[in-house]
């Protein structure tokens, strides 16, 4: 009796969870079932616009007519048909700056470089607008010291359309910004942020810092240089240059522009002269490239010309040496340092001169034949008036 009550006990639970317990559907069958429910939803009652984003959209619309695509275009030469091409060398941002055609950039975005060193400046430029029409601009002046380039347009004057202009001395930190440009190509992409910081400086290629630049944290990455800092009110504060990158990788949220006032003092002088106001010194120098392929000089500048009766001819700087028919002989000088700062390249002795115009005496190191000598000149004898506007 007690063996036929166990056995029962064990049976039993088994038998009753067999016949409670359903067998499971298949996956198809649960697939096909939840599809008789498909049907699009509802949609939520949207919140309105906090006065915050208003004044975004308004102020991005605003200004998105103002902020150009540009593609440097750099003169080339097909191999087989000999026909003079136009290859794109670069790509960024620019905005209107007067009802004149005026574009300004940054200088690095119309550099053409090899190894990393500066070769040469683009002339020609593509430049996109807003509504999608392309025009034809050339570069009329530029700044080493500042990284700023002004391009000529020649679109419709009823095109250009420049921002209202702020100005960088009242800013603050905290303060909304929005940055507008061309990241990775994508046209007219807006970031908002703060500034995060005043008073910094950005370093160039050319040895040199650009002083009070802007800090913020809107999104800036490559393809944006050249394009507006706008304050809330759509005020033009900045122009976006550079950003902390980690590999490459692009922004990290630290971002720096060039300062509106600093804009304002350098652009009038690019549109006017094409350089900011440098002393005239009376030589000239070959380009990096040429200097390496004919003499190997991989440091300094070869001087090639010297005009006589200026400053550099006074103080017997050599260019050159060429035979009466002109055919080369050999090197004369080469400027090694400026006032005890070695010289890496021609557009790092530039941006030197342009961040702090010499008036009276400027020494050179010069290597002349094997052995560096020091050479004084004085700019104060003899300089020319610039020609009045």
């Given at each position: 009796?007690?063996?036929?009550?166990?056995?029962?006990?064990?049976?039993?639970?088994?038998?009753?969870?067999?016949?409670?317990?359903?067998?499971?559907?298949?996956?198809?069958?649960?697939?096909?079932?939840?599809?008789?429910?498909?049907?699009?939803?509802?949609?939520?009652?949207?919140?309105?616009?906090?006065?915050?984003?208003?004044?975004?959209?308004?102020?991005?619309?605003?200004?998105?007519?103002?902020?150009?695509?540009?593609?440097?275009?750099?003169?080339?030469?097909?191999?087989?048909?000999?026909?003079?091409?136009?290859?794109?060398?670069?790509?960024?941002?620019?905005?209107?700056?007067?009802?004149?055609?005026?574009?300004?950039?940054?200088?690095?975005?119309?550099?053409?470089?090899?190894?990393?060193?500066?070769?040469?400046?683009?002339?020609?430029?593509?430049?996109?607008?807003?509504?999608?029409?392309?025009?034809?601009?050339?570069?009329?002046?530029?700044?080493?010291?500042?990284?700023?380039?002004?391009?000529?347009?020649?679109?419709?004057?009823?095109?250009?359309?420049?921002?209202?202009?702020?100005?960088?001395?009242?800013?603050?930190?905290?303060?909304?910004?929005?940055?507008?440009?061309?990241?990775?190509?994508?046209?007219?992409s807006l970031s908002r942020g703060v500034i995060s910081a005043l008073q910094r400086k950005i370093?160039?290629?050319?040895?040199?810092?650009?002083?009070?630049?802007?800090?913020?944290?809107?999104?800036?990455?490559?393809?944006?240089?050249?394009?507006?800092?706008?304050?809330?009110?759509?005020?033009?504060?900045?122009?976006?240059?550079?950003?902390?990158?980690?590999?490459?990788?692009?922004?990290?949220?630290?971002?720096?522009?060039?300062?509106?006032?600093?804009?304002?003092?350098?652009?009038?002088?690019?549109?006017?002269?094409?350089?900011?106001?440098?002393?005239?010194?009376?030589?000239?120098?070959?380009?990096?490239?040429?200097a390496l392929q004919s003499f190997g000089i991989q440091r300094g500048l070869v001087v090639s010309?010297?005009?006589?009766?200026?400053?550099?001819?006074?103080?017997?700087?050599?260019?050159?040496?060429?035979?009466?028919?002109?055919?080369?002989?050999?090197?004369?000088?080469?400027?090694?340092?400026?006032?005890?700062?070695?010289?890496?390249?021609?557009g790092q002795l530039m941006a030197m001169l342009e961040l702090e115009p010499p008036e009276e005496?400027?020494?050179?190191?010069?290597?002349?034949?094997?052995?560096?000598?020091?050479?004084?000149?004085?700019?104060?004898?003899?300089?020319?008036?610039?020609?009045?506007?």
């Amino acid at each position: 009796m007690i063996r036929v009550a166990l056995a029962a006990l064990l049976v039993l639970p088994l038998a009753a969870q067999t016949a409670v317990k359903p067998a499971p559907p298949t996956e198809d069958a649960t697939i096909a079932r939840f599809r008789k429910n498909a049907k699009p939803r509802p949609v939520a009652p949207a919140a309105p616009l906090s006065p915050e984003e208003r004044n975004t959209i308004r102020r991005f619309k605003e200004a998105k007519s103002s902020v150009v695509f540009l593609s440097a275009v750099s003169p080339a030469q097909d191999t087989k048909t000999l026909e003079p091409l136009k290859l794109p060398a670069g790509s960024g941002t620019g905005f209107v700056w007067d009802e004149w055609g005026h574009i300004v950039t940054n200088h690095h975005i119309i550099t053409l470089e090899d190894g990393g060193k500066r070769v040469a400046d683009v002339e020609e430029v593509e430049i996109t607008l807003a509504d999608g029409k392309t025009y034809k601009g050339r570069v009329i002046g530029y700044s080493f010291a500042f990284d700023i380039a002004v391009i000529q347009a020649f679109a419709p004057l009823e095109a250009m359309r420049p921002m209202p202009l702020g100005n960088s001395n009242k800013l603050h930190e905290g303060q909304t910004v929005l940055a507008i440009g061309n990241p990775f190509g994508l046209d007219h992409s807006l970031s908002r942020g703060v500034i995060s910081a005043l008073q910094r400086k950005i370093d160039t290629g050319y040895g040199n810092q650009i002083p009070n630049a802007i800090q913020t944290d809107a999104a800036v990455n490559p393809g944006n240089s050249g394009g507006p800092l706008l304050d809330s009110g759509g005020r033009l504060i900045g122009m976006n240059t550079a950003i902390v990158a980690t590999r490459g990788e692009g922004s990290v949220g630290v971002g720096f522009a060039i300062p509106v006032d600093t804009l304002n003092r350098v652009v009038p002088q690019l549109i006017a002269r094409g350089r900011l106001e440098l002393p005239r010194m009376g030589f000239e120098t070959l380009n990096a490239a040429v200097a390496l392929q004919s003499f190997g000089i991989q440091r300094g500048l070869v001087v090639s010309m010297v005009e006589p009766d200026t400053p550099a001819g006074r103080a017997g700087l050599l260019p050159l040496k060429v035979d009466p028919q002109g055919a080369l002989l050999g090197l004369g000088d080469v400027l090694v340092a400026y006032q005890g700062v070695p010289i890496e390249s021609n557009g790092q002795l530039m941006a030197m001169l342009e961040l702090e115009p010499p008036e009276e005496l400027v020494v050179f190191d010069v290597l002349r034949d094997g052995k560096t000598i020091q050479i004084t000149l004085n700019l104060r004898k003899g300089r020319k008036p610039l020609p009045k506007l």
